[in-house]
RNA sequence: GCGCCCGUAGCUCAGUUGGAUAGAGUGUCGGCCUCCGAAGCCGAAGGUCAGAGGUUCAAAUCCUCUCGGGCGCGCCA
């Protein structure tokens, strides 16, 4: 519709201009939905743009484009109003047709083909085998996941991707906390680790360990050989053992990966010497200090970055960059990294590092999502400490305690870039303040009221709700059938802009709009024209719902 | 000190990527169940969009500065 409109405000435009009424060509005409019904559907600013360089008052310019306008069956009328926009009216026939889209392509509403075939990879979590998965590690579980289900609706082939360090120092801590466990010390001892791990979990690990337990996580199985010295054994055995439970978390959440990627093998494949060989060649490497390092700086960094340090191990930035490099050879048009903004500076230095390089990788790959820190409160209080984890609250605490749906909703209802505060009273609650509810009981509503249409011995018949939309001239369903159209945009603008929080938002006012009319107009009436046309539309608000409630990982249940 | 993010109703937050009279929820107050589910609906009250400049037909939105909060600033990951 916005495309019909902007097409309609073009000829007109080509037309005034070749009857030398205005001496611009057409420009790029954006056509906006209206924030207030009074001022139609759809408005365009073309008239205030404009007005400077036609050297016209912004309404009489406006006047003459109206004047000008091809007539379409989709538009009642055209009004201008304010400083100068033109306000489009929709036929109510345009309004009607929405439903019967969504009814035929049900859960493919929405969908576009715009992407078709361009490959995309989106990398999230990340979290290393070392622990229990945080809060932190959620909410880039439920933003990744969420942004991967909406950049597929837009054609996207996308891929889900998981990247963990599975040898390198903190698996040395991680090794060394079970072994020293094994040796029948605590956390408490004196001889505990420096650095080991001190939560619940190296116990449970260390005894699985000793009873020769197999484990099977997603990406790998493991089985232990219960010798209690074998530090590799352990520490094979204890990776497997974490990755376990993350994909034990994740699956609770709905989250599955397509590929989990090892730090280890950038080494093994010597991945990670080619880079450092590659950015020597390409001439910005220099040693300093008895260390190797590289000229970010020339792309864009604020300080040089060591590479290679002086007692010859590479620091973390080296891999990560090898790593992308191993992306782009992929083939991936777009890779999205959603991480914790405590990573944030490492954005600079792994692009400037790609730059150096010199092999064709545009200036702003890879893109970055990055979420700020969540605190949890209980009771007003902010919650530290879970006994899971030894020091933080786990990803698994807030499930157990508010149930999968509630806790992906939370996580992406507000935008990425903002702190969030998780509220588990408000969560938890089952009653008036909690918007997940408050959706999930719109869909409960209407497969109640299909439900009651059985039992009164009625059917819904489809075909005869079409043939009397007519009859739909209530203030909500117009309102309904608005919302509903805007569905596809609102996928559109989330996927683009990488911002679930508009679908969560969007998915509130559709709710919010159901619950009105529902208290409003009585949907199974005597008149059965009447009660089809409300049942078609109702049904089609039922569907949005469900499609929009997928794409955040919570379920729509019929009863609640 | 430098960099990134944030600052909108008492509280938690939206705000269609610069549009028209700033919006929800919650909390407060007042209404609505003989009626498809009251986990709901309707109404009232509540604002210097942190502050000050600037850009333009138009700024919560873009730019500069100030103040306040968070996160980073390692030859750690």
Request: glycine share 8%; charged share 20%.
């Amino acid at each position: 519709m916005k495309l019909l409109l902007s097409q309609l405000i073009t000829e007109a435009l080509a037309t005034l201009h070749r009857a030398e009424q205005l001496p611009v060509t057409a420009t790029e005409v954006r056509i906006e939905r209206t924030r207030d019904r009074a001022h139609g559907d759809f408005a365009s600013n073309i008239a205030l743009v404009l007005a400077k360089t036609a050297r016209r008052k912004p309404r009489d310019l406006a006047e003459l484009i109206c004047q000008t306008l091809p007539t379409s069956a989709q538009i009642e009328r055209v009004e201008i109003a304010g400083p100068g926009f033109i306000n489009f009216f929709l036929a109510p026939a345009a309004y009607h047709a929405v439903i019967d889209t969504v009814l035929s392509q049900a859960e493919h509403y929405g969908r576009s083909t715009a992407g078709t075939g361009r490959k995309l990879q989106i990398e999230f979590v990340s979290a290393n085998p070392t622990g229990p998965l945080h809060v932190g590690h959620g909410r880039g579980a439920a933003v990744g996941d969420s942004l991967a289900r909406l950049l597929a609706t837009q054609g996207w082939q996308v891929s889900r991707e998981f990247y963990y360090n599975d040898a390198g120092q903190q698996i040395h801590n991680l090794t060394a906390s079970v072994h020293a466990r094994l040796q029948g010390l605590t956390p408490e001892d004196g001889a505990w680790p420096v650095d080991g791990y001190r939560g619940e979990y190296i116990s449970d690990v260390a005894a699985a360990y000793q009873t020769g337990e197999t484990v099977v996580a997603d990406d790998r199985q493991v089985t232990a050989q219960a010798d209690p010295t074998a530090s590799d054994a352990i520490r094979d055995f204890a990776v497997a053992w974490l990755r376990r439970e993350q994909d034990h978390d994740l699956h609770a959440f709905d989250v599955r990966f397509d590929h989990y990627f090892l730090e280890s093998s950038l080494y093994t494949q010597g991945k990670v010497e080619d880079t450092v060989a590659r950015l020597i060649t390409q001439g910005f490497a220099f040693e300093h200090d008895g260390a190797l390092w590289l000229r970010t700086t020339e792309f864009g960094d604020d300080k040089d970055r060591v590479m290679r340090k002086s007692d010859g191990g590479y620091t973390y930035f080296l891999p990560d960059v090898a790593y992308h490099v191993d992306k782009w050879q992929r083939g991936f048009q777009r890779v999205i990294n959603e991480q914790g903004a405590d990573h944030h500076s490492t954005v600079t230095r792994v692009r400037a590092g790609l730059q150096a390089l010199g092999i064709g990788i545009p200036p702003g790959w890879p893109e970055y999502v990055l979420h700020q820190m969540v605190t949890v409160t209980r009771g007003g209080e902010e919650v530290k400490i879970s006994k899971r984890a030894g020091s933080y609250v786990t990803l698994r605490d807030l499930i157990d305690e508010v149930g999968r749906d509630a806790t992906r909703f939370f996580f992406v209802m507000r935008k990425v870039d903002s702190q969030l505060v998780f509220d588990i009273d408000l969560a938890r609650s089952q009653s008036l303040d909690n918007p997940v509810y408050y959706i999930q009981y719109a869909h409960a509503r209407i497969c109640s009221v299909q439900r009651q249409l059985g039992e009164k011995g009625l059917s819904h018949d489809i075909a005869d709700g079409q043939a009397h939309y007519s009859t739909l001239t209530a203030e909500h369903e117009d309102q309904l059938m608005v919302l509903l159209a805007r569905y596809p945009e609102v996928l559109q603008a989330a996927a683009e802009q990488l911002e679930p929080q508009l679908l969560a938002q969007y998915l509130r006012d559709l709710a919010q709009g159901l619950h009105t009319y529902y208290t409003a107009q009585q949907f199974l009436v005597e008149a059965s024209g009447l009660r089809n046309a409300r049942l078609n539309l109702i049904t089609a608000v039922r569907q949005v719902i469900r499609n929009g409630l997928e794409l955040l990982g919570v379920s729509a249940p019929e009863v609640m």
